[in-house]
């Protein structure tokens, strides 16, 4: 069973270039969510969706995007990358949204220059 | 504000017990999770706990004192394998998740 892919698994970027992060998983679960994380601190949720057709903003929003078509995927959008984006990214999901044991993506190491 | 407090690294010796504390000052409380993450790996959940008490399966075990704004995770017959990173969450009144920034254990032979 796949679970839940992420796309790509790492990336150089310019500063000013768009990025899409893909995400998909085929667990049917109604949430998911994007984290970053960085060294020396703890996950940091940037966007979330209950359902499919909803996105919410997270703890850090702020130069990210999300879509929500339906219930599998889940990409994160960057517009014009700077580099205090350098992260590393969890795709993450879950059955609902009162549930904490999430399903986390295998990540994607963004790096941008 | 709401805040998550773990030790940031921890050693311990291959086949002891060690045991990872967490405080939390969260607003509101739907639950406290503990998960494992190993270098350029995904976190991945390990227990639950919402009512205090101790929560056992198999070699790790969390306890809860929502009182103390208090948990901790044992693990016991340390391995190699079980050196990684242990992350803390707690649930908040709006069911957003609070992430700890994580405990890295290393284990000795």
């Known amino acids: 069973t796949a679970g839940i892919t992420q796309a790509p698994t790492s990336q150089i970027l310019a500063a000013g270039r768009s990025m899409t992060l893909r995400c998909t998983q085929d667990?049917?679960?109604?949430?998911m969510y994007w984290y970053r994380q960085d060294l020396g601190l703890g996950l940091r949720l940037i966007h979330y969706?209950?359902?499919?057709?909803?996105?919410g903003k997270g703890e850090v929003p702020d130069g990210y995007s999300v879509s929500r078509a339906n219930t599998d995927d889940f990409p994160l959008t960057l517009a014009s990358a700077v580099p205090s984006q350098t992260s590393v990214y969890f795709c993450?999901?879950?059955?609902?949204?009162?549930?904490?044991?999430?399903?986390f993506g295998e990540g994607s190491r963004l790096t941008v220059l | 504000g709401q805040n998550i407090d773990q030790p940031t690294e921890m050693t311990a010796t291959e086949g002891a017990i060690v045991q990872i504390n967490c405080t939390y000052q969260?607003?509101?409380?739907?639950?406290l999770f503990w998960y494992q993450q190993h270098a350029g790996e995904a976190p991945t959940f390990l227990s639950y706990n919402v009512l205090d008490g101790l929560e056992e399966k198999g070699r790790f075990s969390s306890f809860l004192s929502r009182s103390k704004g208090y948990s901790y995770l044992l693990l016991k017959e340390l391995q190699m394998k079980d050196s990684a990173s242990y992350l803390c969450?707690?649930?908040?009144?709006?069911?957003?998740?609070?992430w700890g920034a994580g405990t890295k254990l290393i284990i000795k032979p």
């Open positions: 969260t607003s509101g409380f739907n639950g």
């Open positions: 969450a707690v649930m908040d009144s709006n069911y957003q998740l609070i």
């Open positions: 969706s209950n359902t499919a057709g909803t996105t």
């Open positions: 993450a999901s879950s059955p609902g949204t009162h549930t904490g044991e999430l399903f």
């Open positions: 667990m049917r679960h109604n949430a």
